[in-house]
Every structure is written in structure tokens, then in C-alpha cells.
């Protein structure tokens, strides 16, 4: 996974949310040592810095703690913050979920949509975009334009 530039979330957000949502999908379980820094960077494809970040607002909520010389891990017990419902920005992002997956499902239907199924349609629709400026490149290219346009 990489951030988006379309995302209106800070890169640092985008890779704390992808996290988080290891964290609550159980891919990331309670006590497993997170990857380096450097290597969250690699796979994210971004700044080290924006890592550091991610991984401070994921401490701040509690999901995971730092040990010197011996690296990130998410904490045992999560339960007690997870989901972390009084957070602002978590709130408003369910809101803008509900508000999607109402949209998409018809207007009262959204308690039907679970959260991994929400996280799917977005990888999915991430993923249709990626691909479409990608045919729009190659379709540029045998055009003979030299920058497709981005919609």
C-alpha cells in the first residue's frame, strides 16, 4: 500500500489509519513487533519522518509501545482502546464512512456494512483509480502526449 495524493488525509494519517486497521483486522496482533521504521517506509513508500509520525498517534492512542534497543510492538491488551471512539478525528472519519457506505448501500443501510467490507471497497476503488491513471498514461503514450491528465 501506498499514500495517495488524492486522499485529503495527511500522509502520516493514511499510513497511522492502514495500521490501525491491521491492528483491528488482528493482521497485527496484540504483542507482534511492528516492522523498522525503514522498512514501514519501504513498503508505505514515503519519508521516514511521516512513519515517525504515524507510529506517535498510534502511541498516543495506546495501540502500541516502544521498548528501546528492542522496537514498536502492538500493545498486549488493546481492548481498552480499541475502537478508540473518543477520538475527534476517529469520529469524524466513522461519519464520513457512514455517509459513503450509505451512499453506496441506500440511506439506512450502512449498519450492514462492516468495517473490513468498508476497508475493501476503498482498497478496491484505490486500486481502480491506480489502474485507470495508469491505462490514461499508456494511452498517452501511444497518443504521443507527453503528460496524461489526471482526472
Known amino acids: 500500500m ?5 486522499d485529503p488525509r495527511a500522509p502520516y494519517e493514511q499510513v497511522a489509519d492502514a495500521l490501525r486497521l491491521e491492528i483491528a483486522e488482528k493482521k497485527l496482533k496484540p504483542g507482534d513487533r511492528l516492522p523498522s521504521i525503514r522498512q514501514l517506509a ?7 519522518g511521516t512513519i515517525q509520525s504515524a507510529l506517535r498517534e498510534l502511541k498516543a492512542e495506546g495501540l502500541i509501545v516502544s521498548q528501546q534497543a528492542k522496537g514498536t510492538y502492538v500493545r498486549s491488551d488493546v481492548s481498552g482502546v480499541w475502537p478508540p471512539s473518543d477520538n475527534p478525528r476517529t469520529k469524524a472519519e466513522l461519519d464520513r464512512i457512514k455517509a459513503l457506505a450509505a451512499k453506496l448501500k441506500g440511506v439506512g443501510e450502512w449498519e450492514a456494512v462492516g468495517l473490513a467490507e468498508l476497508a475493501e471497497m476503498a482498497r478496491a476503488a484505490d486500486e481502480m483509480h ?3 491513471v495508469r491505462l490514461a498514461a499508456l494511452l498517452a503514450l501511444e497518443a504521443g502526449s507527453e503528460k496524461p491528465t489526471e482526472s
Open 2 to 6: 501506498t499514500v495517495s495524493p488524492l
Open 42 to 48: 519501504e513498503r508505505f513508500q514515503v519519508a521516514a
Open 130 to 132: 491506480s489502474r485507470s
